[in-house]
């Protein structure tokens, strides 16, 4: 810039002196612009260039004067030109009239660009994305100067606070008036924060508050609370594992901020930081101080209601929950005058009951002796607003009338803020559209009082292709199937609507098929909708399967074994409204024909049996998305039961039967209680904490009939979809422990009772709806018992681990996890080995999974 004005001034002196050889300042003379010519850019308009001067064919101007001055800084200010001059070739004496000229030379420009050998490529493609440089650019000392802090804030960003750039302008030999940058880089040494120290942050015991409040003062403004508050500057730690040390000149300034925000959290709104040091301790660390004055404490004083018609004084105090006396936060009066995260908040109130043209605002009236500031809050609660229109943009595939389905603003209904979110969950669970880039647009229109809003989605592909292989039992087990997801039926024999399926109606068709040679078959389909008769939210779910296993010998063979299954059934489903709608019930009726032939899966091997079922569960799950759930839970009550036919067949002594006359029809009750919680526990919600729990039991009707030798539980392995549930078993996955392991008792019998517990801790790499992967550690504990006289929720077998899941539309959820058992397995389990082996030797298990694609448990080592 001061170049520029030294080349501007110059410019003016020398444009003065053209115009006169013995120029009179003290009596300048007028004169009549006859002509204007532009010499030099043959490239740019001319006509153009002497508009943007002023200096127009038939305007006066004086000389000497003003005007040829700002026509000069008018050309200097395009940032277009490396030279200006202003002269003219004569003057009329008799008309006054002045011929002038421009003579312009252009500034180079930029041909390309290129970084310094240091620069990786990753940084450098990074880096593009942040400067504005392309071919034929104009180069100018401010495009320099802005790309050189550019490249230099990416690398201070990264940690390099002392690196240099620098750039060097090399002439293109093959384009006119061409130059090339070079980018320079010397990043220096990655500077650490090696230590943040805190000065004048005590603050004593207060003996007029209690315990809490004493606590929570020492909490907020103690050396660790404080650099907790510190989003970005973080001082370096050996558990600094999603965000290193590094410091950043610009972050600092605003965590220097957020400290004051603790203090006024605490009623401290006068503190201040007196001063602040950032010195070098080596050539990679640096330390900060901060000296703070924490000044006088400030509590609530009186705050008044004006305006309130809906509401009584004290129903907004209730919601408030803010009383004369306890430390003033302002941070907190906002929070529960406008917007919670619980939705404990004025504004809440009042805009779910219809008040969209609601207006609330806190004023400070004054602060007395004992430091109590006192508020009126005044309100204007204006007239309630009808939902008047909706509008759905950006389904290109799913159909309108499955969006209007699921949203809960219904056109004349009031206006209601609740059941805006409420509809973005109920998209975002469909799993059709991508919930990070959800936007609801609500249009008041006060003249009639009326709101209509507009919901922006965008789809994602949600149809898999699942091809899968699992290892166990010695064999390599193949799957293959396909889940349409947003399928319509009705549209399958339209034309035009395979594209490459018909799709848009929310319909959901499975096919899947699963083998590993002529020893194991199985194939299931199923097709559910979810909103039968469109009106009500009652679904509807039609499934068959066939499975088929065998010793891989022909029929004809004496010592062929065969085991086949042949399902059926159908089931519906409805959303409830009480407790909350939130919760589901679902009603299945199954048949299921087995049909053995030496087998050695079941206590009988020859014969068949019948087993007619009825499964209800009741269900409440209020996770806010699939993939990546952040926030909700989910519990399910599972019960599954058949007839007690053993009430009526006139059986006294069951001995003396068969097994086949036993089990001709299955006999038996399951119930099942599962329940997980998805809750953040980072400031920028991302990092995830996810117990989960289940426990099931399954027992007999008649205890001298035994119970059932179908739908028992086996715990173990790396939980591979459906992997060996060709019976009706439950396979429950406990990491750490190979197979079925888990169960006390051989494979063939399973148990009657199980529990399981575990804790994950989940923080995402990339929640992309292209390709969501997040890494994941874990805990997991579990059994299986014989029955309630051997059940003991803290006998189990514990295990550890890590796992990365990658979520592929195309393919579902993939996943990769190691895991290691720690406890030693129960006699008679299917991993325990020899009993008279050392009970050590086969104390742990190592188990790495890995699915859909390949899965794989490796041994009890």
């Known amino acids: 810039m001061k170049m520029k004005l030294f080349f501007l001034g110059l410019c003016t002196l020398l444009t003065s002196l053209t115009f006169a050889q013995n120029p009179d300042y003290l009596a300048p003379s007028k004169h009549t612009i006859a002509r204007t010519e532009v010499i030099g850019v043959p490239h740019l308009n001319h006509e153009a260039i002497v508009l943007i001067s002023g200096l127009t064919v038939g305007k006066e101007i004086t000389v000497p004067g003003d005007d040829i001055s700002q026509a000069i800084k008018k050309l200097w200010e395009q940032d277009l030109f490396s030279a200006v001059e202003v002269g003219y070739t004569k003057i009329d004496n008799v008309t006054g009239d002045i011929f002038l000229y421009i003579k312009l030379a252009d500034l180079p420009k930029l041909s390309h660009y290129r970084f310094s050998d240091n620069v990786s490529r990753g940084d450098a493609d990074k880096i593009r994305e942040h400067i504005n440089l392309y071919n034929g650019k104009t180069i100018t000392e401010s495009l320099k100067r802005n790309t050189v802090n550019q490249v230099r804030a990416f690398y201070q960003d990264k940690g390099y606070y002392y690196c240099e750039v620098w750039i060097d302008e090399i002439i293109d030999t093959t384009a006119f008036n061409s130059k090339i940058f070079q980018i320079n880089v010397d990043k220096k040494e990655r500077i650490k924060i090696k230590h943040i120290v805190f000065h004048g942050n005590e603050v004593e015991k207060d003996p007029d508050k209690n315990f809490i409040e004493n606590l929570k003062v020492k909490t907020m403004v103690s050396d660790r609370g ?34 004051l925000y603790n203090y006024n959290a605490i009623g401290l709104r006068d503190a201040r930081i007196v001063k602040d040091s950032v010195y070098d301790i080596d050539e990679k660390h640096i330390g900060i101080e901060i000296w ?9 004083g009186d705050i008044t209601w004006v305006g309130n018609t809906k509401y009584t004084d004290g129903q907004l105090d209730t919601i408030l929950g803010i009383n004369k006396g306890d430390l003033y936060d302002k941070s907190l009066l906002e929070q529960r005058l406008y917007m919670s995260q619980d939705g404990r908040d004025v504004t809440s109130l009042y805009m779910d009951r219809g008040y969209l043209f609601f207006n609330i605002q806190p004023v400070e009236i004054n602060i007395d002796e004992n ?6 809050v005044r309100i204007n609660e204006g007239k309630q607003a009808r939902v008047k229109n909706i509008y759905i943009y950006g389904n290109t595939k799913t159909n309108d009338h499955v969006i209007l389905r699921e949203i809960r603003t219904k056109p004349g209904d009031l206006f209601n803020r609740n059941d805006i979110i409420r509809t973005q969950r109920e998209l975002a669970n469909l799993g059709y559209f991508d919930p990070e880039q959800f936007n609801v647009n609500p249009i008041p229109n006060p003249q009639d009082g009326t709101v209509d809003i507009e919901y922006y989605v965008v789809e994602k592909s949600s149809d898999q292709i699942e091809l899968s292989g699992g290892y166990g039992a010695g064999r390599l087990i193949g799957t293959l199937g396909l889940s349409f997801t947003n399928f319509s039926m009705r549209n399958v024999f339209k034309k035009g609507a395979w594209q490459p399926l018909p799709a848009g109606d929310g319909q959901r068709l499975s096919i899947r098929g699963q083998t590993y040679g002529r020893g194991y078959q199985s194939y299931n389909l199923s097709f559910t909708e979810p909103w039968l008769g469109g009106k009500k939210p009652t679904s509807l779910t039609v499934f068959s399967s066939y499975s088929l296993i065998t010793n891989s010998l022909e029929r004809t063979n004496p010592s062929y074994q065969q085991t086949s299954i042949t399902s059926v059934g159908a089931g519906l489903g409805s959303r409830l409204k009480w407790p909350d709608d939130y919760f589901q019930i679902y009603g299945e009726l199954n048949y299921q024909y087995y049909d053995l ?24 799950n209020s996770i806010d998305q699939p993939i ?44 099942k209680f599962t329940g997980e919680w998805f809750t953040p526990i980072s400031k920028d919600k991302k990092l995830v904490l996810h117990p989960k729990f289940g426990f099931g039991f399954l027992g007999a009707y008649n205890n001298d009939r035994g119970i059932s030798p179908f739908e028992r539980f086996y715990l173990g392995g790396s939980g591979l979809n459906g992997t060996w549930q060709f019976d009706g078993r439950e396979i429950i996955a406990l990491r750490g422990y190979g197979g079925s392991s888990g169960s006390p008792v051989s494979p063939t019998t399973g148990g009657t009772v199980i529990a399981k517990y575990s804790l994950e801790l989940r923080y995402p790499v990339s929640l992309n709806p292209n390709a969501t992967i997040y890494g994941l550690l874990f805990a997991e504990a579990g059994n299986t018992y014989n029955g309630f006289t051997d059940f003991n929720p803290f006998n189990v077998k514990r295990s550890a681990g890590a796992g990365v899941r990658i979520f592929l539309p195309m393919f579902g959820m993939l996943g990769v996890d190691f895991a290691w058992g720690f406890d030693p397995l129960d006699p008679g389990s299917a991993g325990a080995g020899d009993p008279n082996d050392d009970p050590g030797s086969n104390s742990k298990g190592y188990t790495f999974g890995f699915f859909p694609i390949i899965g794989m448990n490796i041994g009890d080592l």
């Not at 370096?236 to 957020?258: M, P, V, W």
């Not at 206590?603 to 009741?618: A, E, H």
């Not at 009550?637 to 058949?642: E, Q």
Request: aromatic share 18%.
């Open 371 to 376: 430091n109590h500031i006192n508020y009126e």
């Open 597 to 620: 032939k030496n087998s050695n899966f079941f206590i009988f091997s020859d014969g068949f049996s019948n087993n007619i079922s009825l499964k209800t569960v009741l269900s409440r």
């Open 628 to 671: 990546y759930p952040k926030n909700g839970s989910k519990f399910a009550l599972t019960t599954k039961f058949t007839l007690p036919y053993s009430l009526w067949d006139g059986v006294s002594d069951y001995s003396v039967l068969s097994d086949q006359e036993r089990y001709k029809y299955a006999e038996y009750f399951k119930i």
């Open 226 to 259: 404080l650099r907790r508050s510190m989003k970005d500057t973080k001082q370096q730690g050996i558990l600094r594992l999603f965000n290193r040390s590094k410091f950043n000149k610009t972050a600092y300034e605003r965590d220097k901020q957020n400290i």
């Open 292 to 300: 703070i004055d924490k000044g006088e404490e400030y509590y609530f």
